[in-house]
């Protein structure tokens, strides 16, 4: 049996009134792939910046490469050999590839001059442990997510490194971006460097990572070989909840479709698509990232507005040229960055709900009816199960999960008929991700027609009456959810 | 080789600098055909001595703006150290060379350089609400502790320097002269000093890093609260210099007469290109811009332009070279249009 690389025993970490970690023990070897899940605020982050030493535990003791620390600093962390990379990959778009990967080291080695030569050699010789090709003079800022994170990895390489960190390296890449990244990860394996990282995304900690490690509010509940994990009991070990996924049964599909639409296309994006959407339907719109779905999407909402093709709502035709006509005939949209695009997270959470349907809030000249308002507030946060002390509180205090069921809580306040959702439960915990799946059901039994723009293929069998699959701006397939299998769709999809 | 081309073409395309350029010649030729007067040998040095003070205020807001803040105090900082090297100068009765008001007024912008540093890179509070206070502050101390009022004579050190010339060129056609101080060797050494510093060194690069990632540049190594204290530190000094060498030139020390220029000398280092978010731009970008105002400045007049338009005449040129440069972002972060593969591909 192979020497533990890193041990952290016994780890406890508060902040002010937040017991991040409760005795958290953790192990890592040389070569191993090892996967840190857990829901939102399980103390993961905390983790790792204490194995990095940008935290100090309360308690505990770290013995790293077969040296023992009380705590240990960054600058000894990185010495030792641990590098993390972050979410934003810590990268200077304004500057060009070349000095995002030279930087570190240059630094390292105290340097006070630039030397271009020296920098370019270094560049080169980073991407060249990895393979990967990148014009050394782009500018980082007109790279896509994944080459920057290649970037990131090639840099944390320069130095002796034995243990890489990833935080949620796999949030904002496309499949076969992922595909990419887990064959590099594989490769380092075989040079012995031991990987760990973030995901809370089931398929990825099977498909790649051999041991495994689940925090739930800063507590240690299960770790170990990955093999001997499934669906259930990971679902189970995050939320401490059971959870039977139920499979969408469309109970009252509307005899004559909602909404119709007749060889749309946008020049550039996509064409010809043609299908029929009635009230009680849930439609899944599948494919890759840059098969038009996002656009066909956008495009049901007035913000793409279409140039060819027509729609049909109620049998009568109509056009949709922005979101504005899309509201009045009932649409309403979920988009793909909740964040930037469905929410003012300054405002109160309150403040939010209600934001679509102000108009109907007000008696006289603008003035606000207070007691709508409240009525109407603590009716969405019942209905959705918002989990809040207080609903003035500001929208950035909730997780994911619940500042999505806000967007939806906004939306259904306007008596929508129609529902677009983009990607609705990315980035979101999988407690939530399920009450969300269980809402949107609810919501079409109860006659609402919903589409589901999503690359979550299990999300979109379990939850959809019909799948359309989008390949190169077309829709190459039209299935039965019931009769199709991830295989299938994948098959058309790639 | 073509595709070389090609990409090199794109490239600069895509910088500012080329269309600040192409606008400066139109405007000069413009002035030319107008007047016959632009391209006379007396015109350009004039224009040259007028880029001086300008462009030294300009370096320093190009730096700050690189490396992501805002500086609008740098006319009153470089106003205080000025007036108060030349009071005290004066009250010493001081008969020696410009070299000592250098070296006071130097001092007195890096000190006060360092109060904004310590606030903006120590404190880490936003350096416009800190700059905009401490305008205030060193507007206050001039016209209170100074009691100050125009000075109307100057050492005899900075009388000297200011009126002593390089050389003088002469119009043979009009018979007009004009000087070339020798202030412009200061300008042209901090302006290489400079560039070597931000090419060069990692303190230079480190300022573009800043600007890029402040996140970043820390978790890199760079040391970003020293780095923001040093630069404000230099950019004290550089206004002060400008301070010294404006007062030289003018042969008198007027309290508020530079004050207000903040205003003229950010628009032209934006319209050159460096973004007011920071970590981009070119310091020659930064020159040709302010080089433009300058010019609209200066000889709007030679086209028969009143003066009370110039400054419709600048504002619109802001508005158009920021428009431009949003533009250029807009169109880098264009949707890529996918290929929409025909039926029978299928
Ligand atoms: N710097 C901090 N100050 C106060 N509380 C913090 C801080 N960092 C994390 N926490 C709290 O500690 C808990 C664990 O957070 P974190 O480690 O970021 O979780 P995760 O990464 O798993 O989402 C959360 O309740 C969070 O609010
Ligand atoms: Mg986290």
Known sequence: MAENLLKAEGIYKSFVGVQALKNVTFEIKPGEIHCLAGENGSGKSTLIKIISGVYAPDSGSMEFAGKKYEKITPIEAIKSGIQVIYQDFSVFPNLTVMENLAFNSELADRRKFVNWKRMRKIATEAIAKIDFKVDLDALVGSLTVAEKQMIAISRALMFNTKLIIMDEPTTALTK??????????????????????????????????????????????????????????????????????????????????????????????????????????????????????????????????IDTGSFKINGKQVKITNPQTAVAHKIGYLPEDRLSE?????????????????????????????????????????????????????????????????????????????????????????????????????????????????????????????????KAGRVVSDLDAAKADEQMILSYMM | MQTSWKTTIQKISRRNEPYVFLVLLALCILIEIRSGQFFSSNNLVDIASALIVPGLFAIGAFLVIISG?????????????????????????????????????????????????????????????????????????????????????????????????????????????????????????????????????????????????EVSAHRAGFGVRKTKFTLYVMVGMIASLAGVIRVCMMQQAHPTNMLGMELNIIAGVVLGGTAITGGRGTLLGCILGTLLIVIVENSLILIGVPTSWKSVFIGSLIIIGTGASAFQVMRMNRVKSIKIRSKEAF
């Open chain 2, 69 to 213: 803040g805002i500086d609008v105090s740098f006319p009153a900082l470089a106003s205080l150290s000025v007036y108060a090297t030349t009071k005290f100068l004066l009250d010493i009765n001081y008969q020696g060379g410009v070299w000592l008001a250098f070296v006071i007024a130097l001092s007195i912008g890096a000190l006060l350089g360092a109060f904004n540093g310590l606030f903006i890179g120590y404190f880490k509070l936003p350096a416009l609400i800190v700059t905009l206070g401490s305008s205030s502050v060193f507007k206050g101390i001039m016209q209170g502790a100074l009691n100050s009022k125009q000075l109307t004579t100057i050492p005899v050190g900075m009388r000297a320097f200011g009126t002593s010339s390089l050389f003088i060129a002469k119009n043979p056609v009009s018979g007009l002269t004009a000087r070339m101080p020798v202030a412009s060797i200061a300008f042209v050494i901090v302006l290489i000093l400079v560039y070597l510093m931000m090419r060069y060194t990692m303190f230079g690069r480190g300022i573009y890093g800043i600007g890029g990632s």
């Open chain 1, 176 to 305: 076969k971006e992922v595909g990419n990244l887990f064959n590099i990860i594989l490769k380092l394996k075989e040079r012995g460097i031991a990987i760990l990282f973030v995901s809370h995304k089931l398929n990825e900690v099977f498909e790649i990572s051999d041991f495994f490690t689940i925090l739930r509010s800063g507590e240690l509940v299960a770790s170990g070989n990955t093999a001997d994990l499934d669906a259930k009991k990971f679902s189970y070990f995050m939320t401490g909840r059971e959870f039977t996924a139920k499979r969408f049964e469309a109970k009252n599909i509307s005899s004559e479709p909602i909404l119709e639409t007749k060889n749309i296309g946008i020049e550039g994006s996509f064409q010809d698509v043609s299908f029929d959407l009635h009230k009680g339907e849930i439609i899944g719109i599948t494919g890759l990232l840059d098969s038009g779905r996002t656009e066909l999407a956008l495009s049901l909402f007035g913000i793409l507005p």
């Open chain 1, 342 to 470: 469905g929410l003012f997270l300054n405002q109160s959470i309150a403040d939010n709900i209600i934001i679509s349907e102000i108009d109907r809030l007000t008696v006289f000249a603008g003035v606000l009816d207070t007691k709508k308002r409240t009525d109407e507030i603590a009716r969405w946060v019942k209905e959705l199960s918002i989990a809040t002390p207080n609903p003035e509180n500001a929208c950035q205090t909730l997780s994911g999960g619940n500042q999505q069921r806000i967007v939806l809580a906004k939306w259904l306040a306007l008596n929508l008929d129609i529902l677009v959702l983009n990607g609705p439960t990315v980035g979101v915990d999988i407690g939530s991700k399920h009450d969300i799946h269980e809402i949107l059901q609810n919501l079409a039994n109860e006659g609402l027609a919903l589409i589901i723009i999503s690359d979550d293929l299990p999300e979109v069998l379990e939850n959809c009456s019909r799948i359309l699959v989008m």
